[in-house]
């Protein structure tokens, strides 16, 4: 795996492109699954070093969104179309289990046909499992990164051991989880990034979220030089092959890093988007790197943009659930 990292050219990479597609094409088709996004509070306790939402950051505008706005920003997605809400935040514990859960079950007693993602990090055994019970339908908690040295210098107030052990709690539960890392991390090598590709493949989840690293200028990684579009759409890659049924986000962070990251991302194996549903207040303060786009857009306007781009870029939008093929097999 390093040899082959380590030796890829404009060719050999077009052609590993190339197979993660045909892959992607033969076990999902030509579908790209829209998730409607919503990150109601950038408050966190944690520290990770690259993150612009990190606790040590005293510049950010804190916020937190009520469970009756995140109800607004769910019927609007809904009229939208879409049929799966992803709850993402800092790990912020004004949201306790009985909040959380009251408002998963008035999502899922509004919009049965839905299906609920919670991206809130860190939690335990009993939160997990009472927010699966109120409805919760999957769980987003990217590792990071499967170094465990790296995994300490970026994370001064978390390990991977845990990391590990709550997205083998989530997955025991019966979440359909999440995982997922940055590319091109300060330090980051070869090694480290087969490292993340041997992990994903034991872990087998059902979906893999990949996006380069992008610096803010906030945080104490700021100088350091961002992960570039070519060595994600690589990894992008090479996770469709190793994990076939993956759900396989072409994030914002693609997007940020070129202007066209989402589509080419889709065209290496992806096949899901995550547009942005936030109320347009928020979404300037929910800033994880520098630069990042759709701050200023309405939802309903970066609805009609991905349709564009997804189209343009030779798939189709699939309003459905799209529940992972792997979670299909299983149930
Ligand atoms: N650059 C790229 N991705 C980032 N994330 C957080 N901070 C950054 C950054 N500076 C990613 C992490 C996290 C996800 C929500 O966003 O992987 O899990
Ligand atoms: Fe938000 Fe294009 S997806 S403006």
């Known amino acids: 795996m390093v040899d082959l990292l380590e030796n890829l050219d404009q060719t050999s990479r077009r052609q590993l492109h190339n197979f993660a597609h045909q892959k992607r094409v033969a076990r999902y088709g030509r579908g790209?699954?829209?998730?409607?996004?919503?990150?109601?509070?950038?408050?966190?306790?944690?520290?990770?070093?690259?993150?612009?939402?990190?606790?040590?950051?005293?510049?950010?505008?804190?916020?937190?969104?009520?469970?009756?706005?995140?109800?607004?920003?769910?019927?609007?997605?809904?009229?939208?179309?879409?049929?799966?809400?992803?709850?993402?935040?800092?790990?912020?514990?004004?949201?306790?289990?009985?909040?959380?859960?009251?408002?998963?079950?008035?999502?899922?007693?509004?919009?049965?046909?839905?299906?609920?993602?919670?991206?809130?990090?860190?939690?335990?055994?009993?939160?997990?499992?009472?927010?699966?019970?109120?409805?919760?339908?999957?769980?987003?908690?990217?590792?990071?990164?499967?170094?465990?040295?790296?995994?300490?210098?970026?994370?001064?107030?978390?390990?991977?051991?845990?990391?590990r052990d709550r997205l083998r709690a989530l997955k025991a539960i019966g979440y359909q989880v999440g995982a997922g890392f940055m590319v091109g991390l300060p330090g980051q090598t070869h090694e480290d990034l087969a490292k993340d590709l041997l992990y994903v493949k034991e872990l087998n989840p059902d979906m893999i979220g990949i996006g380069p690293f992008l610096p803010h200028q906030a945080t104490p990684l700021k100088d350091e030089p961002a992960g570039t579009l070519e060595d994600t759409l690589d990894m992008i890659a090479l996770a469709r092959l190793f994990v076939p049924s993956a759900l396989i986000p072409a994030t914002t962070a693609m997007g940020t890093v070129h202007p066209?990251?989402?589509?080419?991302?889709?065209q290496a194996g992806a096949n899901v988007v995550m547009p942005n549903l936030s109320p347009l207040s928020a979404r300037p303060k929910y800033t994880l790197y520098d630069n990042k786009i759709c701050t200023g857009d309405e939802s309903a306007q970066c609805r009609f943009c991905l349709?564009?781009?997804?189209?343009?870029?030779?798939f189709h939008v699939d309003m459905g659930r799209g529940d992972s093929l792997n979670r299909l097999s299983r149930s």
Not at 37 to 45: A, G, H, Q, T, V
Not at 47 to 64: A, D, E, H, L
């Open 260 to 266: 066209y990251g989402r589509e080419l991302a889709l």
């Open 32 to 163: 790209v699954y829209l998730r409607g996004l919503i990150e109601f509070s950038n408050i966190c306790k944690q520290n990770c070093m690259y993150c612009g939402i990190r606790s040590g950051n005293k510049t950010v505008s804190r916020y937190r969104l009520s469970p009756e706005e995140i109800m607004d920003c769910c019927r609007e997605g809904y009229e939208l179309g879409y049929r799966t809400f992803v709850l993402q935040s800092g790990e912020d514990d004004w949201y306790t289990t009985d909040k959380l859960a009251g408002l998963i079950a008035d999502i899922k007693r509004h919009y049965p046909d839905t299906a609920v993602t919670l991206s809130i990090g860190e939690r335990d055994d009993e939160t997990y499992t009472r927010l699966f019970e109120a409805g919760a339908d999957r769980y987003l908690l990217r590792h990071e990164t499967a170094s465990g040295s790296l995994y300490k210098a970026l994370h001064p107030t978390m390990t991977f051991e845990n990391r």
């Open 307 to 314: 349709e564009q781009r997804i189209e343009g870029a030779g």
